[in-house]
Nanobody, 124 residues
Framework: QVQLVESGGGLVQAGGSLRLSCAASGGTFSNYAMGWFRQAPGKEREFVAAITGSGGPTGYTDSVKGRFTISRDNAKNTVYLQQNSLKPEDTTVYYC?????????????????WGQGTQVTVSS
């Protein structure tokens, strides 16, 4: 069983930056692809970014390319989402997720474990 705990969310002005962190415990972290998703009230959970277990290839949804960067430190069992040039439309709850294989997926149903979420609010 893998436990995931997100942190780093908060309130920021448009154009600002945040770095989300997700600390994992209970498994061999490098065996898991990691993803970040977000979900607004009344909407489906949306893929944001993901990274392979080895820390190699990454993937992003088009709306965050060039602004967000996913990375991981397998020695610290932590995955990060650096968010730059934030926009009001980025406001929502962000979740990290772990998939029990090296390769990531863009589908939320392919992930096995989820964190509790962290709120990001971008003011205009």
């Amino acid at each position: 069983q893998v436990q995931l705990v997100e942190s780093g969310g908060g309130l920021v002005q448009a154009g600002g930056s945040l770095r989300l962190s997700c600390a994992a415990s209970g498994g061999t972290f490098s065996n898991y692809a990691m993803g970040w998703f977000r979900q607004a009230p009344g909407k489906e959970r949306e893929f944001v970014a993901a990274i392979t277990g080895s820390g190699g290839p990454t993937g992003y949804t088009d709306s965050v390319k060039g602004r967000f960067t996913i990375s991981r430190d397998n020695a610290k069992n932590t995955v990060y989402l650096q968010q730059n040039s934030l926009k009001p439309e980025d406001t929502t709850v962000y979740y990290c997720a772990a998939r029990n294989q090296n390769w990531y997926s863009r589908r939320s149903s392919d992930y096995d474990y989820w964190g509790q979420g962290t709120q990001v609010t971008v003011s205009s």
